[in-house]
Every structure is written in C-alpha cells, then in structure tokens.
C-alpha cells in the first residue's frame, strides 16, 4: 500500500482529485509514509525529518500553482466528503461500554487490514499514522510551518481553520459542534447508566450536572453559530464549570469501588466517561480560542498519540487492571498479616500452627498413595488427587493451622502495604529524604520478619510429618506386617523427587500454581464484596427464615472472615492434580513438587526400604531435592505476588531497586535477623 521510496515529484503527479475515493485517500497515505522515510532526525539541529519534508513540500507548492492546484482540490474533496465530526467525537473509544468490546476493537486494529474506501475520519486517521513516534515529529511543527498548513487547509476548504490574521468562514466550526453534541449524549448515556449512576456521591450530583450538560451544550453552539463568540464566553464558562463537576462526581465512583469492590468493566466505563469529557472540554477551547490553528494542532498531535496508544492491548489491560491489582494485593494483605512473626511469641506460634499444618499433610501423603493405587483414569486420578489436597489444606485452614508454602503469595501484598503512601524516592529534599530511609529500613524489617517466619513454617511442617509418616508406617507393620506404602512406589518416590532430576523445574512451577491460588482467592474475595453476599447472607429473608436472624449474622460473618481462605485453599488443591493432568493432554509433561508433600513421601519410602536406604546417594540426593524444592516453592510464589504487589503500588524500578539493596545490606550486616527473632 505504501511506497517510501517515491520522490515528491511523483507524490505530487499522483495527486488526482477526479481519482475515486480509495485513490484519493490512498494517496494521504503516501504522502504521510513519504514524510516519515528517512532518519528520525533532520540535518538542522533536532528538527525531526518529516517537519523538514514538510516544509519542502510546502515550497513546492507555493512555488508550482499546477501541483498546488491539484493538492488543494483533492484537499477540499477530502474536507466535503469524510465525516470529521466522527475523528473528534468517536476516535479513542469504543462503542461497546465494557473492557472486552475496547479489547475487541484493539486486536481488530492490530491484526485486521484497514480500509482506505471510508468516509469515517476515524477509521481512516489509524490506517495513516501507524507508527510509534508519529505524534512526536507531529507535535514538533514549528509555528511558521503551521501557519503555512493551515494556510493550505483553508485554500482547500475555504476557510476549514482560520490563518492567523483571516477572517474565520462561517462553517469551520461545523464539525466540531456536531462532535460537541455526540460527545455530550454519550456523557449523559455513561453517567445515567446504573452501573455508574449508582456510585457516584449523592451530594456531587445534587445540583444534576450530568442533566444540564445538554441544554448547556446547546446553548454554547447556538451562540456560536450566531458568529458572536463574545456571547458565546459565558456560556463556554458554565460548560466548563459543568465538565468539572461531572468529573468530581465520576472520581467519586472510584471511593464506592475502594470500599465495595473492584469491576474492572466499570473502572472502564468510569475513564471512557472522564476522557469523553475532557475531550469535550478540548473542543470547547477550540472553538472559542482567538489562534484555533493552535488549539487543533494540540487536539490532533494528543489524537495521533491515541491512535499508538489503541494498538497496544498490554497497555490497556494493564492500565484498566492495576485497580483490581491493587485490591486484590489490599485482601491479602489483611489476611496475610497473621503469617508475619515479628516476636519470640509468634514466632513459637507459628511452629506450632505449622506443626498442626505437617501432622494433616501426613495423612495427605498415605492418601495419595491410596488414591494412585486404585489405577483410575489420568483425569480422574488427577481429579481425586486434586481433592485429596483441597480437603486437606481446608482441615488446616478451619483448625488455623498453616501450610508454609501458602505464605509467600499471602504475606508479600502486606509487606507491600507498608509502603503505601510513603513515596518512597520520591522526594529530594533532606527531611523527606530521612522519611523514605526510614521507608526501606522498615520495608526491610519486614522482610526479615517474614522470611524467618516461612522458615518457621517450614520447620514447623516438616518436624511434624515425617515423625507422624514413620509412626504410621510402624503401626502397619505391627498391626498388618508390611507397610503403607508398596516397595515399588516407594522407589519411585527416590527416583521422582530427586535433584538430579527434573525436580527444580517441577518445584518452581509449583509455586506459579501457589501465586496462582492467591490471585484467585482475591478475585474471589473481591466478587464476594462487590456483589455484596456479606449482606444478602445476613438479611436475605430466606436465609434470615430458614437459620434465623442469629445464625444468618454468623454465617455471614463466618464466610466474610474466610471467603480468601476457602478458595485459595480449594484452588489450590486442585490445580496442584489437576493442572498436571491438563498439561500432559498437550504434551507439557509437567509435575507439582511440593515440600511438605514430598518429605513425607521421602519418609514414607524410607521407612519401607529400611535403615539401609540412608546409605544410598539417592535418599540424599533427595533430601537436597527437598531443599531446593523449599527454597523455589516459596521463592517464585513470593517473587509473584511482590511483583503485583508493588505493581499496584507503583513503586518504580528505582525505588525497587533501593529496597533490594536494603534488603542485601541488611543480609549482610545481620543474617541472623533472617532466622530468628531479636
């Protein structure tokens, strides 16, 4: 479609305005692709290479009347016949109000071709500037060469934008009131929607801003029309006014979501509302600024920008998630809190809740074998299996027990709490500078507290298991003369887990699924609240008939206080059978490597082999396995869930660094701190 390597001369000969519509716009397409070949940088200082290209087709056609001729005719067919109102009313969102429609548009543009038949500006301005620097070389028109553009533009129009020093023509300002209408129906639409309306603050919609932004809106386009733009100024003024309490009364939806939970359907609607308004409030300046050709070359290098920013599915998403980020991270932090130690107290507490953790964990482990042994299909085995540990690791939760491995993606939102609203290096001057020192040693208080209390944890679990492991396995060859677990499974238990094998690989996904969970237990936590199911579980008038007004209360309570808990141990627990099941079906022969499991298979397939097994450079290969196996399950999951964590913080990769650098001096300086405590 595009041709860089055509000279002027050529664009210029190719410029025919009796050339059906797709010529004619193909031909705008060249132009742009011809101005864009070459460096990003000109020869005259840093002025960009296609302004300069600009400027020297500019004198060709003030020198040259036949070319200019042809340039300003098709020029004005353009201006006549494509919908400009459709560019500054509809460019930039989506006429769908959900995330997914804005998803589906994005990878349309990305991987459907576009067409140059349109007479939608809209459409046509994304298939023109496809490039990523498009909007700075834009942006960087001098005034003399915008002057001499838009002395080009009016000649085509006859008088689209005024020149400085020219009488403005009736009917430039035509696309832009019809735009200015369009824009205010989709205000009004978005904030009347239930979704929206319904959260916004009482007091900020008391005087109805979003009502008279119509009536408002019309009475500014009237005045203007009338070509009096002094009767037109307070009318401007009060649109403007209007536009400032329509978005204090759309900010205000993000206090509801903080405190009732997070859509990010509705964070959607919520920004696609505030950009329609401050784009209205754009064309607004436009159309009453004294040098329009300013005002439109501001508005059109931030649309050119736009059209970069529409090609990038990643950037959405991760704009329109940080919200749900930062509230998942917020959920756990409250739940996470309790697997910090910071005292001797605690951190005996901590034993003692993981030990509990290691004896139910023991009983996992002879089921599984139990289960492997009934020889059930792979999905089923894995679907038993799956169960097997999502029961188990809820019998630990109800007792208020532990599981170590569960920590890391529950404790790494509260350790990032503790930097919310500090700005850490954010600041220059000397007394800020103490606060954000102050800042990270605290940060890396915490970190110590909470790397010996996982260490705890697993201690806790371990200490626990393989004593409970053996016990069994001796009363079965007391009571029945051989013991739980098969010869032959236990061999394999040596050459499954072992370090020589694929064990580090298993074990770092492993704790992938145990961030995995936490995600999900946060989505599921932040559903619970957002759909409000405390509430309909306390005052339901079914509910409240059948367990009584008493009983609903503490229902309600019970499932508010453990709604995180119960899924993320069920997730879990089936994706710990499940998902290896799943990836085999494709060819990802991928196992789960779970510490605590596996030292108490480690144990079980000890005590069958007998004393002598501890002689073999197997078991001890295995045994390294289980440490290793420790330090990735904790450590990814950890990684994951502090990753998102500081993500929905935002705190930059600067101040990352200096909290890791923290984090070495004090491993350096006082390694002790990371075991136990002061």
């Known amino acids: 479609m595009s041709r860089p390597g055509w000279d002027l001369s050529a664009l210029l000969n190719a410029a025919d305005p009796r050339a059906p519509r797709h010529q004619r716009h193909l031909w705008l397409v060249r132009l742009v692709e011809w101005l864009r070949h070459g460096p990003a940088q000109g020869q005259a200082g840093d002025t960009p290479m296609p302004v300069l290209r600009i400027r020297h087709l500019l004198n060709v056609l003030e020198r040259n009347a036949e070319p200019r001729e042809r340039v300003v005719a098709l020029l004005g067919r353009f201006w006549r016949e494509t919908d400009l109102a459709s560019l500054f009313a509809d460019f930039g969102f989506t006429a769908r109000r959900d995330l997914w429609g ?3 548009e994005r990878l349309a543009v990305q991987w459907l071709p576009g067409t140059p038949d349109t007479d939608d500006l809209a459409a046509l301005f994304q298939l023109i500037f496809t490039r990523d620097d498009d909007h700075a070389w834009f942006g960087a028109i001098d005034e003399a060469t915008l002057a001499r553009l838009v002395a080009l533009m009016s000649a085509a129009r006859g008088g ?79 649109l403007r006014a209007l536009l400032q309490r329509c978005h204090a009364a759309a900010d205000s939806i993000y206090d509801h979501l903080e405190e009732f939970g997070v859509s990010v359907n509705i964070v959607f609607e919520v920004q696609q509302l505030q950009a329609r308004a401050i784009r209205l409030e754009a064309l607004v300046d436009l159309a009453m600024s004294a040098t329009p050709q300013r005002e439109l070359h501001r508005l059109l290098v931030d649309l050119v920008a736009l059209a970069r920013e529409r090609r990038s599915v990643r950037a959405l998403l991760a704009r329109q998630y940080s919200l749900m980020a930062r509230k998942v991270a917020e959920r756990h932090a409250e739940t996470g809190e309790h697997y910090i130690t910071r005292t001797r107290d605690e951190y005996a507490t901590m034993l003692r809740q993981a030990a509990g953790g290691g004896a139910v964990i023991a009983g996992t482990t002879f089921a599984k074998f139990f289960l492997l042994a009934l020889g059930l299909a792979p999905f089923w085995s894995g679907v038993a299996a799956g169960m097997n540990y999502a029961i188990s690791f809820l019998i630990v939760h109800l007792m208020h027990w532990t599981v170590a491995t569960k920590q890391p993606a529950m404790t790494a939102p509260a350790l990032a709490e503790k930097l919310a609203g500090l700005g850490v290096g954010a600041r220059d001057d000397q007394r800020n500078a103490g606060r954000d020192i102050a800042a990270v040693e605290a940060f890396v208080d915490e970190v110590s507290h909470l790397v010996r209390s996982q260490i705890a944890g697993i201690l806790g679990n ?111 627990g089936l994706m710990l059978g499940v998902a290896p099941v799943l990836l085999a079906f494709v060819g990802l022969h991928i196992e789960v490597r779970h510490v605590t499991l596996s030292s108490g298979q480690l144990a079980a397939a000890a005590s069958t082999l007998g004393w002598e097994t501890l002689r073999e450079p197997a078991f001890w290969w295995c045994a390294a396995g289980l440490v290793v196996t420790a330090v990735l399950n904790l450590g990814v999951s950890f990684w994951l869930a502090l990753k998102v964590a ?9 101040d990352r660094r200096r909290l890791y650098g923290g984090v070495w001096r004090r491993l350096r300086r006082a390694p002790r701190s990371f075991l136990l405590p002061e």
């Open 646 to 654: 500081l993500r929905s913080r935002r705190i930059t990769l600067k």
């Open 102 to 104: 804005e998803v589906g």
């Open 160 to 238: 689209a934008v005024p020149a400085p020093g020219e009488e403005p023509a009736a009917d430039w300002r035509a696309p832009l009131l019809q735009a200015m209408t369009w824009l205010v129906s989709a205000i009004r639409a978005a904030a009347f929607a239930p979704a929206l309306r319904c959260r916004m603050g009482a007091e900020l919609l008391a005087n109805q801003p979003f009502d008279q932004l119509a009536p408002a809106a019309q009475s500014l386009i009237d005045a203007l029309r009338s070509g009096d733009p002094l009767a037109a100024a307070p009318h401007a003024n009060y």
């Open 462 to 572: 371990i200490a626990l298991v393989i004593p409970v492991v053996l016990v069994l396995q001796w009363l079965a060859w007391a009571q029945a003369g051989r013991p739980l677990v098969s010869e032959a499974d236990a061999r394999y238990v040596l050459h499954s887990i072992t370090l020589l094998g694929p064990t580090a690989l298993f074990a770092a996904f492993t704790g992938v699924l145990l961030f995995a969970s936490s995600l999900v237990a946060g989505w599921v936590e932040n559903w619970f609240v957002y759909h409000r199911i405390e509430s309909a579980l306390a005052y339901n008038p079914g509910i409240v008939a059948r367990l009584g007004a008493p009983r609903a209360l503490r229902w309600s309570a019970w499932w508010r206080g453990n709604i995180s808990g119960v899924a993320a141990n069920v997730t879990l």
